[in-house]
């Protein structure tokens, strides 16, 4: 059974550094062709991708963001990290982990954590 | 970026009705697209993978059809359960990206 939780902060003061973890089951980051990615969704809009891990170290990032995310993985604890630097109240949002396969779509997600930012 | 662009942004139907929600990416994807349903407070649902393959356990009333740059998700007889937030995303190549969201509400 695959699953995936996110944690870390709720609240985060603006200029902060924000570290959100995906804590997943089922499913080793070592085997070949998986991924896991963070996705967010501010109150009432859309879902933006933030960054994606490959189970090759690969790493991608969303073109808006990059300068500001960095992400990595701990295949021996089967968790994920994410951080972001710089917050700003536009940040507030519920953040997300699923894994993809091959590339693909999404087919798990976490329940999501939702992070205000906000002094 | 590839974008991706809904249509409609919102839409009011009954039960019973037929739907169809239009998903258009800025350049070709080839099948390389996928169907959310969201629900308020969860987390997103795959529903359709692959422009056209329903996942495992959702409802035959479901359908997805389209390649290239313009695809389409049915809903042949909507029932009570399926009044939510649909999303388009693209898996053809990274930085991936979703459409804006289709909500879809009760007439």
């Known amino acids: 059974q695959v699953t995936l939780r996110e944690s870390g902060p709720a609240l985060v003061k603006p200029t902060q550094t924000l570290t959100l973890t995906c804590t997943f089951s089922?499913?080793?980051?070592?085997?070949?062709?998986?991924?896991v990615s963070w996705i967010r969704q501010p109150p009432g809009k859309a879902l933006e991708w933030l960054a994606r891990?490959?189970?090759?170290?690969?790493?991608y990032y969303s073109t808006s963001l990059k300068t500001r995310l960095t992400i990595s993985k701990d295949t021996s604890k089967n968790q994920v990290v994410l951080t972001m630097t710089n917050m700003d109240p536009v940040d507030t949002a519920t953040y997300y982990c699923?894994?993809?396969?091959?590339?693909?779509?999404?087919?798990?997600w976490g329940q999501g954590t939702l992070v205000t930012v906000s002094s | 970026d590839i974008q991706m662009t809904q249509s409609p942004s919102s839409l009011s139907a009954s039960v019973g009705d037929r739907v169809t929600i239009t998903c258009r990416a800025s350049?070709?994807?080839?099948?390389?697209l996928n169907w959310y349903q969201q629900k308020p407070g969860k987390a997103p649902k795959l529903l359709i993978y692959?422009?056209?393959t329903l996942q495992s356990g959702v409802p035959s009333r479901f359908s997805g059809s389209g390649s290239g740059t313009d695809f389409i998700l049915t809903i042949s007889s909507l029932q009570p359960e399926d009044f939510a937030t649909y999303y388009c995303?693209?898996?053809?190549?990274?930085?991936?990206?979703f459409g804006q969201g289709t909500r879809l509400e009760i007439k």
């Open positions: 692959a422009a056209s």
């Open positions: 089922g499913f080793s980051l070592s085997t070949t062709g998986l991924c």
């Open positions: 995303q693209q898996s053809h190549s990274t930085p991936i990206t």
């Open positions: 350049q070709s994807i080839s099948r390389y």
């Open positions: 891990i490959d189970w090759d170290d690969d790493k």
């Open positions: 699923a894994r993809t396969y091959s590339f693909s779509w999404f087919d798990y």
